[in-house]
């Protein structure tokens, strides 16, 4: 009875039995199946297939077509860029055209850049529309959106690169680049 004093829990389990000796049966097997059940959740890893343990050790390249190097085999495979950030983004365009941004520079609604709250000036992000993949590298001029739940406020070009102007905000996922 003292080795099962640490497994007090299984006495809320209903056994429906008064002898003594039967319940310490019914409990030691309680145990030994969850024993087994923890053991065969942990070796579960064992049935990944080796293609796929081969393309997650594989290192990263900036090329687009990069070799994964197997033990076996070497296939030419094509590298999906990762993008890790989502968020809504708008434009501004005429209003502000040639005005001084935050960054103290001039607004040109015809270049590719771009407001942020926090990013530093001189920021590289690339921005992709997932609906048609469409993407542009834009430059953080300035600051802004102002207007809840928006990342970036694209130029008038920026944002063109990416979907129809009469959109007014697209979703976007972006990766700071510097």
Not at 27 to 37: W, Y
Not at 81 to 99: Q, R, V
Request: glycine share 6%; aromatic share 8%; proline share 3%.
């Amino acid at each position: 009875m003292k080795r099962l004093e640490n497994f007090r829990f299984l006495a809320v389990i209903p056994l429906h039995c008064k002898n003594k000796k039967t319940i310490k049966m019914k409990r030691l097997l309680i145990i030994i199946i969850l024993g087994i059940s923890l053991l065969s959740l942990l070796s579960m890893n064992t049935f990944i297939s080796d293609d796929y343990k081969t393309n997650i050790n594989a290192a990263p390249t900036d090329n687009k077509d990069s070799l994964v190097i197997d033990s076996n085999s070497i296939e030419e495979e094509e590298e999906e860029e990762i993008y890790t950030n989502k968020g809504i983004a708008s434009w501004y365009g005429s209003k502000w055209h040639g005005k001084i941004t935050a960054s103290g520079k001039e607004y040109d609604m015809n270049a590719l850049t771009a407001a942020h709250k926090t990013l530093p000036f001189g920021t590289k992000v690339k921005l992709r529309n997932p609906e048609n993949g469409k993407e542009v590298i834009v430059t953080i001029t300035d600051r802004g959106p102002f207007i809840k739940f928006r990342i970036f406020d694209l130029s008038k070009s920026a944002f063109k690169e990416l979907g129809d102007l009469g959109q007014g905000v697209l979703n976007l996922e972006y990766k700071v680049l510097d």
